[in-house]
Structure formats: structure tokens, C-alpha cells
Nanobody, 123 residues
């Protein structure tokens, strides 16, 4: 049974940092790509970043380039989203998602989703 659980959300001041974790079970990161998405209140869900099985990152959103990075620990079956220089507009529920395959797909093609974790950037 495929399961994704996100951790690490919270309240942070503008300019601060957070690291989100996505713990995967029921499959191995050797066979699945993982993407991070977010949904702000009143807005549609949008893709943020993806990591392929060979650790290549794909940015779905230009606004996070230079601030957000994605990494993974295959031994822990966990993917991380490091968020630096956070801005109020980064406030959203952040989700991780999985798709079987080697390369990052278009954002609409993920099959499995976590329940999300809230990130609030505010002073």
C-alpha cells in the first residue's frame, strides 16, 4: 500500500527557513519520482519541485528557484524540501506526491498523494 506522509510544516517569519519531509512507504524511491506541490487558500494546487530517481531536480515554479531545493535519502525512503528566504506568498498547504517512473512528469500526472502540511509565513 503506497503511503506518503509529510512532516515539518509550521509558522515561520519572512526570510526564515523550513525543511519539509515526505516519508514514503509501500514503494521504493528507486522506482518512483516524488514531487512537492502547494495550495494556498482560494487558489489551485501548483507544482513546486520534483526529484527523479537519479536525483535530478525539476522546478515547476520559477518563483522558488534559488530559494527551495529538493533532496532525498533512499535509505530512509524520505524526500526533503528545503525552503529558504521564505515569503508570505509561500504560505500554503504543502503536499508530496509520487509517480512510478524515472523522470519527473508534468505536474498533473502524479498518482499518489500525502495529506499535506501547513506552512505559514508571517511576522
Amino acid at each position: 500500500q503506497v503511503q506518503l506522509v509529510e512532516y515539518g510544516g509550521g509558522l515561520v517569519q519572512p526570510g526564515g527557513s523550513l525543511r519539509l519531509s515526505c516519508a514514503a512507504s509501500g514503494f521504493t524511491l528507486d522506482d518512483y519520482v516524488i514531487g512537492w506541490f502547494r495550495q494556498a487558500p482560494g487558489k489551485e494546487r501548483e507544482g513546486v519541485l520534483c526529484i527523479s530517481t537519479s536525483d535530478k531536480s525539476t522546478y515547476y515554479r520559477d518563483s522558488v528557484k534559488g530559494r527551495f531545493t529538493i533532496s532525498k535519502d533512499n535509505a530512509k525512503n524520505t524526500v526533503y524540501l528545503q525552503m529558504n528566504s521564505l515569503k508570505p506568498e509561500d504560505t500554503a498547504v504543502y503536499y508530496c506526491a509520487a509517480r512510478r517512473g524515472r523522470l519527473c512528469p508534468a505536474p498533473g500526472l502524479y498518482d499518489y498523494w500525502g495529506q499535506g502540511t501547513q506552512v505559514t509565513v508571517s511576522s
